[in-house]
């Protein structure tokens, strides 16, 4: 009897003993293809198991479940347990229609995420009771209608996601309730116009709207009029021709403004100049034939400024950032039209360090085109520039050949940087730049620059040929040596050979001069000049219209009457009037008589002259060899 007490309780309480454990397994059952994890944060995960319904026998304090890439159709009557669930995952799962009340006793969700699903439309009740609902993602659904009443209760929502849905309108007051939205998102829809109207107009905290992708073609005037907290907006990848004048009004704090591939003509100068505070804006890809002067008018603030894919963009007025004192990053690139950068067009960006210019139709850049050295990157690849000497800087950039000795642009690309980097072994390292000091302010800096893709192009016979820049050599680009040096040299010797030359002028002119006079008070020399000069015009040189000058001012009562040398009869007539005397003054002088002594002495002033000359040249030799030593 004993034995069979004992063994009657050894039966009961082992029996307890199981029961108890299978209830402690049944009150925390996870099925076998999913992750659980216990107190504090009851957590469950069954990500992509094949799942068709949500599991009914999980924990009833779950906080935490990742449901996420299952087949799940539908969400009725399954979650009625959780009430302390916070965040639901139940993305990328085959979820049709969100029936009605089916969130009800959800209280605590904070997350739920039901993007990629099937969901095609949100019914009235399909929401309600998540109260304090932050996150609500239905991105990429079949989103057709949106139930006015379906966000009533989502008054602590804060994003809500709607991308990639097909909704062309939304009913009046949809969002109304909403007054804690901060991000809204109807990227990829086919909206028609902005749902400002009794719908955005009540989301006065919201911070960034996402309105690309859509079917606009039209921003209204006030358009955004509320939004006085918005920082971004995004209206990329419309079809905006025109905006409103006020279309912008309102946005004082908007700080980034993308309208990218829209059909945008003109810049919307006015438009944007409402935007004080806007530090970024893109509006690459759209039709601008031209941008006009302060096409940026008030946009002082701007730092971020993208000017991509313009595909008629062909001229670029020389002012047309000035307004722009912040600007620090520009691009411009791939703009097939765009042919000539002007002169002076970052003249007013004191602060610009980036710019890129790649793939546009630019044959030629100079060095004075861009601040350089302000400059932290510089992108010019994919422009069929004119591989000659005016590209000589952009080679030095790219090769980095000869940049650490240019005192005059201080430059230091990657491979001269090591260069640099032995000159200046000796100095400690820089302190690391502080984002504050202003870009200008910096001594020294690195510029990055795409050196690997920058190309030329040659013509030779016709054909267009692309060569790397950096493989090039500097005679390869048609500078043989450095033409500036040439150039120059040569300048000076010429300039010094002029100056040498006009000085000997001088110094014998007045020499002679003085001679002659000296000579003056000979009487032979007084027959003669007449003689000389008026029967043998032929004979006359500038030497001796030069003496004859200087007598002529000395005796200036005797030879008054005596003709100016511009009027002298042309040698033609003369050979006539002395028949055909062999005009060479040797032959001449004979016949002249009294004339020969003066000749002699001539000759021998010239003699004379002539070993001063040489004497004088070859000196004039000695100072010309300075020259060469200064500037070669
Ligand atoms: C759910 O799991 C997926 C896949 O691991 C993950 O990407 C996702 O972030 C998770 N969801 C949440 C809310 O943590
Ligand atoms: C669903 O959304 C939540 C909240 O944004 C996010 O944390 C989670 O990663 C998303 N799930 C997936 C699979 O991306
Ligand atoms: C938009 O507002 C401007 C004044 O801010 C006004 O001149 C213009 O006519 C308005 N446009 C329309 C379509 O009402
Ligand atoms: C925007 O600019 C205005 C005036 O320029 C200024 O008063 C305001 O504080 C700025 N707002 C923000 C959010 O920066
Ligand atoms: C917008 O521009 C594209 C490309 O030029 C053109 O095909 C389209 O018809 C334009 N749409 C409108 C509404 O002007
Ligand atoms: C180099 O080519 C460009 C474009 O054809 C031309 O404008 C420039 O004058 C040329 N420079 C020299 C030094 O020949």
Redesign the pocket.
Known sequence: MVQTKVNCRIIIYSTTLVLLVFLQQVYTFCPSICTCEGDPNVRTWCIGVGLDVVPIQLNPDVRFINLTANQITHVHFTLTFYYKLEVLDLSMNRIEALGSRNFDTQANLRTLNLSENAIAAIPKDAFRGLKRLQVLKLCRNRVETVHSAAFHDLRNLIELDLSGNALTSLEPATLRHLYSLEVLSFQNNQLLEVPYERNLEHLGRLQLLDLSVNLL?YVANDSFVALRELRTLKLGGN?L?ELDVGAFHGLNGLKALDIVDN?LTVVPTLQLSKLCNLTYLSLSGN?FEGLPAVAFLNLFQLQQLHLDRLDRLAWIDARAFVDNTNLRILTLDDNPSFTSLPLRLFHSNPNLAEISMRRNALIRLDAVHFPLDRLHRLELAGNPLVCNCSLLWLWRLTTGYGLHESSDFRLIVPAAAAAAALITAAQPPEPPQDEAVPVAARAHHGLRIDRDEIGCDRYEDGRRTRHLLRAMTEGDIDCPTHLVTVVSAVLSILLVLATGASVLYVLRASRRRKQLLTDDDDPRRKAGVTELIVPHPQKVDRLELERYLAQQQSLVNEYRALRAPWELPLPVKEDLKYGSVAATGRELAPASGPTTDHYETLDYYQHQHQQQQQQQQQQQKRTLSRPHIVFV
């Open positions: 073609e079809i021709t059909n039709y």
